[in-house]
Structures are given as C-alpha cells and as structure tokens.
C-alpha cells in the first residue's frame, strides 16, 4: 500500500485537521485590518505559550532564522560569547554568533548530558564577563533538557544577555521566559505548535533591547527594529505567511483549549512512556531520566546500524525516526514524540520498532516493550 | 488533546491524503465531455475490482440505495425470494425485498456462522424454484464470510437470479463476480474503497437485463434502464456526486497502483493479526478461521459490556469501534480493519483495547494482545 508516513521525528509533527483547514482559508492581504486583528490575536496568544509579557515577533522563517536574528541583533563584530554546547543544536547556535562575527568561548558538555550549571558559575566567577550566553534549552540531538532556571539567575541582575534555543521544547514543556530572565527567547512553527515548517518565533527583554540599540544593524530580513515599528501596527514589515498564520491561529485555540498545563502534562506521560518502552526493548537511553526531554527521546542501537533500521522502518511500516548526529552519527534512533500524537500512535510505534530491530537481528522480545509503555500509560491514567 | 479518531469501524475508513486532495477539485459540469471520460474511466476501472464484464453503474447513494436499486428492478410484487440470512445485514436485505412487494422466504443460519450450503441445496432441490436468492458475502454483523462461488454454482444454470450484498468486503477480497454467476452485485464507497459514503456500485448481468425488462418499474431514482442510458453516454441520470466521483478516481488508481491480489493479501494478513491479537488478550471471536471475514472481526465481551468498553475506548483513546447488533447487542465488539489502515495503527488499536479492557476490570495481560499480532505480522513479512 502506498504507505502513511508515522512523524515520530522530532519535527516536522502530525498537523491536526483544524489545522489543517486553517490553512487554506482564502488568503487576506497583509495590510488589511484584519491582517492587523489576527497578528495581535496572535501574539498574544503565543506569550501565553512563552510565559512573557516582552515583545513578541513571529518572523516567517525557519527557527534557525530567529537564532540568527536574536544573535545579529543583540552582537556587535567582536563581542564575546559564551556558548554552553551540550549536542548538535548548541554547536549550531554557537556558529551562527561566529558567522555573525562574535568571540565564542564555547564550554562544551558531554554529549547526552546537561550543562553543568556549577561549571558555568565558575566560568563567569573566574573569566572575563562575555556579552550573552548561548543556551539550548532542549538539545534535540540527545533529548536532553538544560536548566535555564539555574542559568538565568546566575546572570539575571547582570548586563549578561541570555539568548535561549527552545525550538523543540516551546509549547511541550513549562517554559518560564520572563521568571527565568530569558532575554531572546526562541522557537519554531514544527514542533509542539503542530504547524508545518515556516514560522519561528522570538521573544525580546526590556535589556535585551537597550542592547540592540548599540547594535549596528546587519541584517535587513531580521532588523528587530523595523520588525517593532510594523509590529506595533499589527504588521510584519516584508511578506508575511499567511497560511500559515491561519493555522497558527487554529494551533494556538488547540493548545490553550487543552490548558497548557494538560498540554505540558501529556508530554511528560508520553516520554515516560517511550522510555519505559525503549528500555524494556533492552535499548539504552542517551539521557538520563533526570535531564530527560519530554519531546524526543535518543537511543542506543548497539548494533551500530540505526540508520539502516530507519530505513526499514520507514519502508516497511512508515514509521520515521531521526538518526544521529554529529558523535552519535548512525549508532542511536531519535523519536519525537510532540504535538499532535496520541496513545495509540505512540504503543504502535513502538510496536512497528519492535518488529524492525527484530528483522534486524535484535534480540527483541516481541511486545516487551510495549507492555511497559502500555504499563507506564495505565499507571498515569 | 483533541483527540484524533481512529476509525476501526467497518466504515466509514480512513481516507487517504490523495483521495482528499481529489475530493477537493474545482467542480466540473456533470454533462460535459470532462464528465463522461472521467465516469467511463471509473466504471471501467471499479469492474477490474469485481471482476466482471458485466454493466456497472455508480449511484449517489448509500450501499442500501443499490441493494434496493437491484431488487426494485429485478422483482416483481409477490415474486418468491430466497434469503439467505447469517445476520443483521441478511435480515436487512430481506426487508428491501419485502418492502418492494416480494414474497420472501428467509432461511436462517445461526449468527456467527455461514450459510449452510448443503441446506440451500435440498431447499432448492425440494421447493419450488425462486425467481431470486438475496445473499451477503460479508456479514459486516458477525465477521463472517459466505461462499458466494458455491451458491453460484447451484444457480448459474438455471433461471434464478443471485443478488449479491459485497458492501463491506468488495476491494479487501477476491470476488469473482463474473464466475461466481453473481447477476446483480452490490458494494458502497466507505468501505475497502477508502472514500467517505455516498457512492453506491452495482453490476448487472445479461440474465438480469433480461429479467429487469419483464419488471414494471416502481422507482425513479433507481430505474435501471435509465441509469443505462445515461451510462451508455458516459453520464449519470441525475445529478452525481462529483466530488466522490474525483475521489474514487484517485482511490482506484492507488488500489491498482497497489496491484488488487496484494490488496487481498494484505487484508488476509491484518485479519490474521487482529484475530491472533483479540484471542491472546482472552476474547472469544464470533466467527471460526475457516470463514472469517478479512475485513471485519466480532469478539465477544464476556463481561456483557462491551458498549461501555467501546465508550472509553472512543473517549480515552480516539479508537473507534463497532457494537453489537440484533442478538449480539452490548456483548460484541467489532473491529473493522479494512482500507487505508497500516501496521502500526492495528497494534496500536490493539494496545489501546488492552488498556480499555484493563481499565474495566477485564483480567488483561498487557501487552499479550499486541505480542501475538506482531508475531503473525512478522512471520507473514
């Protein structure tokens, strides 16, 4: 059969049907009024989800465009930055600020594990004070989640800027922007906001502006600038999405009907549950449960052919995970498990995973692991 | 969540992406040159599926609608018809023909079993001869399949018509229209077809053209002879439903792209799974293997509350399944697993049903349900 495709990749995610039809609503022109109406409807909305009263701009771009955009705007050439790199996404972060011509001291973790936070204290006790630091908050490339509570109050009452990734967090998980003293804050449309790619989002402090103010502006696409003026009229200054604007709103409506706290919650019991699931298959976790991301989870294959798995089970069942990266390059799968997934989706995917390690030789014991995750499910109710 | 719906009902079933896409075509005029290539491209096509050479014709109806059209033009009031009655669907049948003036003589065979072919041959053999026999291939109320070849072969020869009910398994299985000598035979759009209802198909044999001349004609919608003429121009009598009309465009080209016997094959498989499935978690199957349906599976509830269980299982889980009819009320489930369903949603369906059944108290060992269909899954590759 022409096959479904399962996204259990840690985005782009299942789009909801409300979404869906959001999105081919008859286009309306960026300048009208009721462009203007929907653009602070959702705004507002989207700082529910952020936990911020900033300023908030919803940029039609990738996530990796709203990184940029909170580095070329808060660095000037020659700035020193502190990168805290615990995976591919961090190092990701740390060479965009390098491309933007920034000083980065990177301070790197193990890859699977979190920042350390007393590590970082000494940093900024013993070096020089850098401009910003760069954080990750979920490191999609090992399903670790940092502590930018610990972070944020060590430079909260500082001019130290804190520029913070949640791309594949935001929206999953208890994200505090402003109790945390994030001052750019970032995520993008695929993940837990159930929207296809194409909108990033980007959050400013009140300190995060009186340093843009000394920046000399480099990017036009990106001026935070122009994107304020235009804002405060309800507008994006250049073309915006609209399409997916209107399924943003339909998105937003979903999230904020459920209750974020309900949303936040459910993450939890999925990834609980994957875990659970992963393991009783007799595979290891690259996070510990402590740092654990709710919204993907990253596994050791020790056979060391996990992207051949990947492509079985795609073929075979549909289902697509994500491969490793960087260090982990071939050796783990990476499931997503955000947004719009349910139960079943989540006890049949690990179910097909079962059936493809055991094409692949892999001493599975068929329904292990899904009577644990079945187990975890039950239990949480 | 809003929770998604899993359709394991014995339809409406999952539409695929493109046959939605279809769906949503600009409409055409249902007189012009477009229309008639378009229907003589789909009649051409639907009569690969049964098998037959016979005239077929596609209504805007439900499944009931045909099975009326062919008794409405096949029979006269107070002809004598012989149905063949395993369950809700066959008593259904019976009715219509009643309904149109028949006088019908209904042999019953016990629910959960198939006709008894040797009785419907002594009747045959003793009584006078019917002008029809009403048969259904698929009881949808019981999961069980009758031997339509077998009746053929007793009729074939011989002046009686064989009216023929393939609503819910015409697409999953291998029916041989033509050289079952079936002389009208009936399927509906929601079923292995992968479309939403409101198309109904029927094919007519030379013996039933011969037949419907020598009936007065007592409907509108469904007179035959017009259906035939507007036909024999590519077009429809009155108004179609050219959405659905795009839509099986694009659902008979993935069926064929597919290849009809690998269809067939994989719903044997996923019948097999489910049944493994269900009786490993302790539920007894309405149907024996030797004439289980492939498209639709009965199971007893021994606890006699199987609707409650369907309840939570659509309210917990969005996994929608079928009830009890007639004499099986409230201690059936049924579990349709026809059309566009993969393997990860069938052992995820699975899975959610031992968390439903556990939740009612059932004595369930999760996960046992699931281990069993993924072991026919894998040996059936």
Redesign the interface.
Known sequence: ????Q?LFIPGPTPV?P?VRAAMVRPLIGHRSCEFASLQRSLVKKTKQVFQTENDLFIFTSSGTGALEAAVTNSLNPGDKVLALITGQFGQRFAAIARQCGAEVEALEFPWGKPVDVKKVTERLVQGPQPKAILLTHNETSTGVVNDVASIGALVKNTPVLLLVDAISSMGAMDIRTDDWGVDFMITGSQKAFMLPPGLAFLSVSAKGWAQIETVRPRSFYFNLEAWQQSGAQGFSPWTPNVSLLFGLEAALD?LL??GLE??WA?HGRWARAVRAGLTAMGLKLVAEDEWASNTVTAAYVQNGRADELRATLERD???CLAGGKGELSDSVIRMGHMG?V????????L??L??GL??QGYPVH???G???A??L??QEG
Chains 1, 2 share one sequence.
């Open positions: 059969m022409q096959r479904k399962h909801p409300a979903q009907a459920e309900q949303v459910r069942f549909g289902l719009y349910d139960e079943l989706e989540i006890l049949g995917s179910a097909v079962e059936l055991k094409r068929l329904g292990a899904v009577a644990q079945q187990k499910i039950y």
